[in-house]
């Protein structure tokens, strides 16, 4: 089947490049001027500097050129998914649709096969997740990702197309668990760059990512997800990986945080949204969330890294 890919961001880009090894690829930009320059420097330079582009990968901004594709890989920011939807919504019907962003949306609480179904209900859907980085997928580094799909038939139809030389896809038809496990680890990842960026040590960053995989555990069981799910790659795979690397956007925010710095405003966070969607979600579900209670409050500048630290090491004392 042909492959399409929407949003010409580092994510988007290194995918269809990863694809474009196996056969012809369109890479859609929302900017004429961004997908000319692709075009004639045969790079993104401003998202994926130093990687080319393969001849198979064709860069356009025409929407009907790439939805013209049979599989539509959605590699659009969480918090612009509706929008990007809404716009084309009649380009998208009848396609197979895998969203390739993790998040939780802020104003509705949901993930993006929600947001995907509550817009074209009738749309067979997939989910794109787990541990990887643009440049490594882009350069023929092996990964491993999660595919998840309730339709068990079209999850393989699909793990077949999409698998690369370099990129190896496991099925599941947890979306539940995929959404949810990829959604939260952004937010410990914020938590893990704080206490780093703070010099509160690894000792302190082992214990975070520990509690915060209790918490993603938490949340996520409560909403059906299975907690094998929550055990792979798009669960404590990605989580690894976020909170260990400063190639995550999310880590590296929780860094400038810790020490007391400005973040660029330009780069998309999809943690700081969903921190606040998760924090609301788990209020109104009665669910303790403490570490992403900690996070919104250092995010809105409520807390310091002294007191969210002193909050956290102050709550009872109970069994693990």
Sequence with gaps: MSVG?????AFGTALAISLSRNGPVDLWSRSETHANAMRADRENRSRLPGVALPDALRVTSDITRVAGNRILLLAVPMQQLRSVLQAHAPDFRDRFLVACCKGIELDSGIGPLGVISSLLPAARAALLTGPSFAHDIARGLPTALTLACKDGDLGKALQHELTTANLRLY??????????G??????????????????LGESARAALMTRGYAEMRRMAIVLGAEPETLAGLSGFGDLALTCTSDLSRNYRLGL???RGETFDSSVTVEGVATARAVATKAAAMGLEMP???????????????????????SRPLKEE
């Design 171 to 180: 099925r599941t038809r947890d979306v539940t668990g995929a959404e949810f």
């Design 256 to 258: 400038t945080l810790g």
């Design 5 to 9: 890919v929407i949003g010409a961001g």
């Design 291 to 313: 570490i992403t209670q900690s996070v919104v409050g250092l995010l809105a500048k409520e807390l310091t890294i002294t007191d969210a630290m002193a909050d956290l090491l």
């Design 182 to 199: 990829g959604a939260l680890k952004n937010v410990v990842a914020i938590a893990c760059g704080s206490v780093i960026g703070a010099g």
